[in-house]
């Protein structure tokens, strides 16, 4: 078995002050899922640039497919990179969607600084019961713990739901209560992957439920609020895709400004994944397209990381607000 690892050992900071800061600037700390090392980078040079804090988050998914050890030496490396690009970057580095005790503990033993549970596939009871169970371990390490309450539909790596279910407000004071949890993430119309919404010809996305996040708000003020499945699907990816051998007719998402306005609120962490793989496999699709005999990988991931940097620049310039908070 491993060594446990701290992770303030690798230069990482948990949510608690910076979910503060955000509440009280009334932005959102941007939450990138990665896999690998070029979209780590790619976050990096994107938050530097922008002076944006960041949440660089992992499923569980992607921890196998990295490998654990890996993934440590890499949130290591990335804090090291930001500093000598010539700024102390608050990163930290957050377990997505963990769907079992077992998966936080190890991810809080091997060096996260903060952790999700997400029992809402649980009746409410068992819900409170994991959760609570989760940060009773986290305390002892100052690892943050993120709940969730309500079902996202969608898929997502591991994250399967056929149907989405709405947060609940007359639950929110009594889970925050029960588990101790330092956010809360909830349901109120976003959902996982690139097809968030089934929409007919001339119809528009519907608006996300921001009377359920008020009623929240108003029952437990001042808590932070996540916000998951929040990719915009970037219609310039899905088009550069399908004009280039993909298949993703239907691909809607959620709509920035939608997304400018719930980071004004409560809302102090949202996350974003699809619009980073969108954004990497249209790139990657078109270089390949337009040089066949290429056959280096470093050229058409690094063309995948170049777009990836302006996506996330954009992100955390003009939906998020979270540039220049650093």
Same mark, same amino acid.
């Given at each position: 078995?491993?060594?446990?690892?701290?992770?303030?050992?690798?230069?990482?900071?948990?949510?608690?002050?910076?979910?503060? +800061?955000?509440?009280?600037?009334?932005?959102?700390?941007?939450?990138?899922?990665?896999?690998?090392?070029?979209?780590? =980078?790619?976050?990096?040079?994107?938050?530097?640039?922008?002076?944006?804090?960041?949440?660089? =988050?992992?499923?569980?998914?992607?921890? =196998?497919?990295?490998?654990?050890?890996?993934?440590?030496?890499?949130?290591?490396?990335?804090?090291?990179?930001?500093?000598?690009?010539?700024?102390?970057?608050?990163?930290?580095?957050?377990?997505?969607?963990?769907?079992?005790?077992?998966?936080?503990?190890?991810?809080?033993?091997?060096?996260?600084?903060?952790?999700?549970?997400?029992?809402?596939?649980?009746?409410?009871?068992?819900?409170?019961?994991?959760?609570?169970?989760?940060?009773?371990?986290?305390?002892?390490?100052?690892?943050?713990?993120?709940?969730?309450?309500?079902?996202?539909?969608?898929?997502?790596?591991?994250?399967?739901?056929?149907?989405?279910?709405?947060?609940?407000?007359?639950?929110?004071?009594?889970?925050?209560?029960?588990?101790?949890?330092?956010?809360?993430?909830?349901?109120?119309?976003?959902?996982?992957?690139?097809?968030?919404?089934?929409?007919?010809?001339?119809?528009?996305?519907?608006?996300?439920?921001?009377?359920?996040?008020?009623?929240?708000?108003?029952?437990?003020?001042?808590?932070?609020?996540?916000?998951?499945?929040?990719?915009?699907?970037?219609?310039?990816?899905?088009?550069?895709?399908? =004009?280039?051998?993909?298949?993703?007719?239907?691909?809607?998402?959620?709509?920035?400004?939608?997304?400018?306005?719930?980071?004004?609120?409560?809302?102090? +962490?949202?996350?974003?994944?699809?619009?980073?793989?969108?954004?990497?496999?249209? +790139?990657?699709?078109?270089?390949?397209?337009?040089?066949?005999?290429?056959?280096?990988?470093?050229?058409?991931?690094?063309?995948?990381?170049?777009?990836?940097?302006?996506?996330?620049?954009?992100?955390?310039?003009?939906?998020?607000?979270?540039?220049?908070?650093?």
């Amino acid at each position: 078995m491993a060594q446990a690892v701290h992770y303030k050992e690798l230069g990482l900071v948990n949510t608690r002050d910076m979910f503060k +800061k955000a509440m009280d600037g009334g932005y959102a700390i941007p939450a990138y899922n990665f896999n690998n090392m070029e979209q780590l =980078q790619a976050i990096i040079v994107a938050c530097v640039e922008s002076r944006s804090p960041v949440i660089l =988050q992992v499923s569980k998914g992607a921890r =196998q497919y990295a490998n654990e050890t890996m993934l440590r030496c890499m949130a290591l490396g990335a804090v090291e990179m930001a500093r000598e690009m010539g700024l102390d970057l608050p990163v930290c580095l957050h377990l997505d969607h963990g769907d079992s005790f077992e998966l936080c503990k190890s991810c809080i033993d091997s060096g996260f600084s903060s952790v999700m549970i997400d029992g809402s596939h649980l009746t409410y009871d068992e819900n409170v019961v994991l959760t609570r169970k989760v940060v009773e371990y986290a305390r002892q390490f100052d690892v943050t713990v993120e709940g969730e309450l309500g079902v996202l539909a969608g898929i997502e790596d591991e994250v399967v739901a056929e149907h989405s279910s709405y947060t609940q407000p007359d639950e929110v004071e009594d889970f925050v209560r029960k588990t101790g949890v330092d956010s809360l993430a909830i349901s109120i119309g976003t959902s996982h992957g690139a097809y968030k919404f089934k929409l007919k010809e001339g119809e528009e996305v519907p608006p996300l439920r921001f009377d359920i996040l008020e009623e929240v708000e108003r029952r437990i003020p001042g808590f932070p609020i996540v916000l998951h499945g929040a990719s915009s699907v970037v219609q310039a990816y899905v088009q550069l895709i399908n =004009q280039y051998g993909g298949h993703l007719d239907g691909a809607v998402g959620v709509p920035e400004e939608q997304l400018r306005r719930a980071a004004g609120s409560a809302v102090c +962490k949202i996350n974003i994944d699809s619009d980073g793989r969108l954004a990497m496999t249209a +790139k990657v699709r078109e270089f390949l397209a337009n040089n066949p005999t290429e056959f280096d990988p470093r050229k058409y991931l690094g063309a995948a990381r170049k777009e990836l940097i302006s996506l996330i620049k954009h992100k955390n310039e003009t939906v998020l607000g979270s540039a220049q908070r650093v």
